[in-house]
Nanobody, 123 residues
Framework: QVQLVESGGGSVQAGGSLNLSCTASGNTVSINVITWFRQAPGKEREGVAAIFLRGGNSYQSDSVKDRFTISRDRAKNTAYLQMDSLKSEDTAMYYC????????????????WGKGTQVTVSS
């Protein structure tokens, strides 16, 4: 089993920044990636950013590229999502997820999910 703990959500004005973190614990040898998904009311879940823990390869969705940066501290099994130039459309519940996956933004590949942290951006 793997447990995920998220932190760092909150409310911010448009143009502002937030930093999310997600720490995995437990059987971490069974995971190879930590990914952030988000879901806004009435919208489908969207993959936002992913980072592979061993090689450090990272991916961002087109909607956040050049604004969001994902990084990781491999020793701490923690991924960070630095979100800059936030827009109102970034408002959503953000979830981190992990597992042993091949496709970073394919949600059904993820076995473990965090409880989510709310990000609200006001214009």
């Amino acid at each position: 089993q793997v447990q995920l703990v998220e932190s760092g959500g909150g409310s911010v004005q448009a143009g502002g920044s937030l930093n999310l973190s997600c720490t995995a614990s437990g059987n971490t040898v069974s995971i190879n990636v930590i990914t952030w998904f988000r879901q806004a009311p009435g919208k489908e879940r969207e993959g936002v950013a992913a980072i592979f823990l061993r090689g450090g390869n990272s991916y961002q969705s087109d909607s956040v590229k050049d604004r969001f940066t994902i990084s990781r501290d491999r020793a701490k099994n923690t991924a960070y999502l630095q979100m800059d130039s936030l827009k109102s459309e970034d408002t959503a519940m953000y979830y981190c997820a992990t597992g042993w996956v091949n496709a970073a933004f394919q949600a059904d590949q993820y076995k473990y999910w965090g409880k989510g942290t709310q990000v609200t951006v006001s214009s």
